[in-house]
């Protein structure tokens, strides 16, 4: 009763801004960064207690530039009391409007996140303390990242994510990101994407993982699917994934990949795939369904482990107007270089079955193509229409 009615007294009382300095200082100290809370702190009370700030600045590493790390327009974060006072940690939602995140690594390696905190080592024999998150809120950021070594620049803007419940040794729930993602090259006003992941989950020592029922929306790009995995000295990972049809050439072009040039400027528009696939200690194989305009595929690729195996794969299609994608004749056009160093590391053979192929008048049922890949380019071993 003493401990609440001093509280009481704590929030109606005492002006929580007297207090700044003192937390501006302490954070100092842990983490060798200025910190600035430039807004006012209001304190809530009962059952949480809770602190919500104002706009505030985390500062960067020496030769990393005048702007801070990181800033923010409002911050709210609160604990539960009576856990508190038992010394469980019990978190409300963590809210934390408009952040400007800046990440930089320099050509020589060194980021700007390195060596925040004192390094000390924790102390074996501290009591373990229970911590328990409702959830994070982050609405309306930006963050940068700034890859000197390569170089690159990758900026994320409208970024928001939210998260459910953040517990130890329980699954990730109901987590949400979304935001524009811009890189070079990518369309003038970024590309939209989306990911949502309704449970996600993975064994306290890293063996094993599992994200059940996830979705993402990338551009035009819509698929859902799940993943999960063995991980170690052999990891096995399993997954499937379904895409909705999408247009697969403004996809590139909003990427800053120029695609493939047909006589059929509708082609590659309507393109979708249904993929079971499995990677097993560096094999992999894979067992699909693709929708390519109005042709219907499905087969199987598969990939032993090794730098010299051999690739092999099976198609399946219905029909096939091979016309529609034959790049149209244009004498001034930069004639196409084989890239032979790719295709050296990507040997691959197999087989391609259409019912039908068609190639202006010219109409063949029963098509059988043996296909060989290597650094020769790609070639067939032999055609079987049916002459029928």
């Not at 100290?29 to 600035?36: I, L, P, Q, S, Y």
Request: without cysteine; proline residues 6%; aromatic residues 6%.
């Amino acid at each position: 009763m003493l401990i609440v009615l001093g509280l009481v007294v704590l929030v109606w009382v005492v002006d929580p801004n007297g207090f700044k300095p003192t937390i501006e200082a302490r954070v100092r100290e842990a983490t060798g960064r200025e910190f600035k809370l430039t807004g006012n702190i209001e304190l809530g009370f009962f059952p949480w207690l809770a602190v919500r700030t104002g706009a505030g600045t985390f500062g960067n590493a020496p030769g990393f530039g005048p702007e801070p790390m990181a800033d923010w327009q409002s911050a709210q974060l609160g604990a539960k009391l009576f856990p508190l006072l038992g010394g469980d940690l019990v978190i409300d939602r963590v809210h934390l409007t408009g952040a400007e995140v800046r990440l930089v690594r320099h050509a020589d390696g060194t980021a700007n996140w390195q060596g925040i905190g004192s390094g000390a080592a924790a102390d074996p024999n501290a009591k373990t303390r229970h911590v328990t998150i409702d959830g994070v809120d982050l609405s309306d950021s930006h963050v940068t990242f700034v890859d000197e070594s390569v170089p690159r620049r990758i900026e994320v803007t409208a970024l928001n994510l939210t998260t459910s419940e953040i517990a130890p040794d329980q699954p990730f729930t109901d987590t949400e990101i979304e935001g524009v993602l811009h890189m070079q090259g990518f369309a003038a006003g970024g590309v939209p994407f989306r990911l949502e992941v309704p449970r996600a989950e993975m064994a306290g020592d890293y063996s094993t993982f599992s994200v059940q029922n996830f979705s993402v929306k990338f551009g035009g790009l819509e698929a859902k699917g799940d993943v999960n995995g063995k991980l170690g000295d052999s990891p096995v990972v399993i997954g499937n994934i379904a895409s909705n049809i999408f247009d697969a050439r403004a996809l590139l072009t909003s990427i800053g990949v120029e695609a493939p040039r047909t006589t059929d400027p509708k082609a590659l528009t309507r393109v979708g795939i249904v993929m079971d696939w499995r990677f097993d200690n560096g094999a992999v194989g894979t067992s699909s369904k693709l929708t390519l305009d109005d042709t219907k595929l499905s087969g199987y690729v598969r990939r032993a482990a090794g730098q010299d195996a051999v690739g092999e794969f099976g198609l399946h299609g219905d029909k096939l107007d091979l016309a529609r994608y034959i790049p149209p004749t244009d004498p001034a056009s930069e004639p196409f270089v084989l890239p032979t160093a790719t295709l050296r590391a990507l040997k691959f053979r197999g087989v391609l079955e259409l019912e039908e192929a068609t190639l202006d008048d010219v109409k063949m049922k029963g098509v059988r193509l043996r296909l060989l890949l290597d650094e020769q380019g790609l070639r067939s071993q032999g055609a079987q229409p049916d002459k029928s």
